[in-house]
């Protein structure tokens, strides 16, 4: 059984991506939303019919803390979103920031993979300019695309 740290912003996004490998592995899931609201985030991803055993095993953090630490206004130890070194596999996904432009590093997903073990870490994002950019970085990247 693999131990796998996903790090993901949308409930139905974590649900087609992660519930049924959950099955099958030690999936953990650090659910960023704004504001860090454990009740809150928990409901998100009830709602968006996640796997009631991922959802146990789910870690609600505060999604504004990736500008936080982009900014150097808090460090790893203090931002409140784990970082586990002892995973066999890391998903991160884009973390992108709607309205709020792509000012630290393109998107959040570089404040969080850059505090993995790179070689272990897999960027997955529906936008073609964050996965370009994680390539560039040498990252391994999963490209989705919305349908039209």
Sequence with gaps: ??????????????????????????????????????????KKLRGGEVAEGLVEKTIVADKNMIYEL???????????????QDADKYFVDGLGYEGKGNEFGVCGFVQIASRLPKEKVTIISLDHHTCDHAK???YS???EYKSR
Excluded: Q
């Design 136 to 138: 560039k970085f040498g």
């Design 141 to 143: 990247v999963v490209e």
């Design 70 to 84: 982009a900014g150097g206004r808090t460090t790893t130890e203090d931002c409140g979103i784990p970082f586990p």
């Design 1 to 42: 059984m693999a131990k796998i740290v996903v790090y993901d912003d949308d409930a139905r996004a974590v649900r087609n991506r992660y519930s049924k490998m959950s099955c099958e592995n030690d999936v953990r899931l650090i659910y960023l939303v704004d504001g860090g609201n454990e009740e809150e985030g928990r």
